[in-house]
């Protein structure tokens, strides 16, 4: 499966963006999805994940009641809402699948996944 991210841009902290990952080559709806960022300097971190049918999620602390992960498996599209921005927020963002039989399930770390987007860059100006 190949993974397009975009959305990334320049905001001011306590603003939004929305990024989209699509997805194509694949059967969307077989892969958990996740995102996960990587600022200068430091490792590459997870963000969030979400099952194969969008009921399940979950988030890294730093992010929870700010960002929302979310999923429109018509569209093979996956997407993280990202409210209140901080400065910390910046980094670039990539999307990545991991196909699964167990559709209740979602990961957590990025050796867990297969497959990648290109990243998106996300600044907050303070």
């Known amino acids: 499966v190949q993974l397009q991210a975009s959305g990334g841009g320049l905001v001011q902290a306590g603003g939004s963006l929305r990024l989209s990952c699509a997805a194509s080559g694949g059967t969307f709806s077989d892969y958990s999805m996740g995102w996960f960022r990587q600022a200068p300097g430091k490792e590459r971190e997870v963000v969030a994940g979400?099952?194969?049918?969008?009921?399940?999620?979950d988030y890294v602390d730093s992010v929870k009641g700010r960002f929302t992960i979310s999923r429109d498996n018509a569209k093979n599209t996956v997407y993280l809402q990202m409210n209140s921005l901080k400065p910390e927020d910046t980094a670039v963002y990539y999307c990545?699948?991991?196909?699964?039989?167990?559709?209740?399930?979602?990961?957590?770390?990025?050796?867990?996944?297969?497959?990648w987007g290109q990243g998106t860059q996300v600044t907050v100006s303070s």
């Open positions: 990545a699948a991991r196909a699964t039989p167990y559709i209740r399930r979602y990961f957590l770390r990025s050796d867990e996944y297969d497959y």
């Open positions: 979400i099952n194969r049918s969008g009921g399940n999620s």
